[in-house]
């Protein structure tokens, strides 16, 4: 059974760093680009960044950009999201995806609806 689990999620200061992991089972990661999102209370899910299967390609957002960064490494079969400098905005429930692109693909998905497993989310707080 395809599965993916975030984990590193807590409450942290304004200005700390965190970084997430999305461990992946049940399926072979090297063929799927993964995606991290969030969902704020109140606000829809927000796509922050992906990566393609062989980590070749990267795409973030621009609310993020500079401060996040997304990283793989399919023999752990684990994907990571390194946050810095985190803002009280940035407190929401953290999500990763996978989406089908083939081995060693650099294709990025275009879209939620691409995504094929959900993990059930971490939750980042950012709080003084």
């Known amino acids: 059974q395809a599965q993916l689990v975030e984990s590193g999620g807590g409450l942290i200061q304004p200005g700390g760093s965190l970084r997430l992991s999305c461990a992946a089972s049940?399926?072979?990661?090297?063929?799927?680009?993964i995606g991290w999102f969030r969902q704020a209370p109140g606000k829809e899910r927000e796509g922050l960044s992906c990566?393609?299967?062989?980590?070749?390609?990267?795409s973030t957002s621009d609310s993020v950009k500079g401060r996040f960064t997304i990283s793989r490494d399919n023999a752990k079969k684990t994907v990571f999201l390194q946050m810095n400098n985190l803002k009280t905005e940035d407190t929401a429930i953290y999500y990763c995806?996978?989406?089908?692109?083939?081995?060693?693909?650099?294709?990025?998905?275009?879209?939620?609806?691409?995504?094929?497993?959900w993990g059930q989310g971490t939750q980042v707080t950012v709080s003084s």
């Open positions: 995806a996978a989406a089908l692109t083939g081995i060693n693909s650099l294709n990025l998905p275009a879209s939620e609806g691409e995504y094929d497993y």
């Open positions: 049940g399926f072979t990661l090297d063929f799927y680009a």
């Open positions: 990566v393609s299967s062989s980590g070749g390609r990267t």
